[in-house]
């Protein structure tokens, strides 16, 4: 769902690249880092032609979406048993 905000759009209630985003804060250097990491390895034209992709009207394929939801949950769970398992 994209919203007009002036001459800018938001997508998905999500800041554009570069504008801030005052509700969410880092609760550790965690977020920091992989920010970082990527700015070590990318572009911002680069990151901006990428972004851009979300603003085409092209729908990924049923099936595809069902696998990725998937081994994303597969992923999360993985990684939840993980740190309660490090909380132990």
């Known amino acids: 769902m994209k919203e007009g905000t002036g001459s800018r759009v938001r997508d998905r ?3 554009l ?3 801030a985003d005052p509700v969410r804060r880092p609760a550790d ?3 920091q880092s992989v920010v ?3 700015s070590a390895e990318f572009t911002a034209d680069e990151l901006k032609e990428f972004l ?3 603003l085409y ?3 990924a394929d049923p099936k595809f979406k069902e696998e990725l939801r998937e081994k994303l949950w597969d992923l999360v ?5 993980a740190k309660l398992d490090e909380t132990k």
């Open 13 to 15: 209630g999500h800041p």
């Open 17 to 19: 690249v570069g504008e």
């Open 29 to 31: 250097g965690a977020e």
């Open 36 to 38: 970082e990491e990527v």
């Open 52 to 54: 851009e992709a979300d």
């Open 57 to 59: 009207p092209v729908q």
């Open 77 to 81: 769970q993985r990684q939840a048993a």
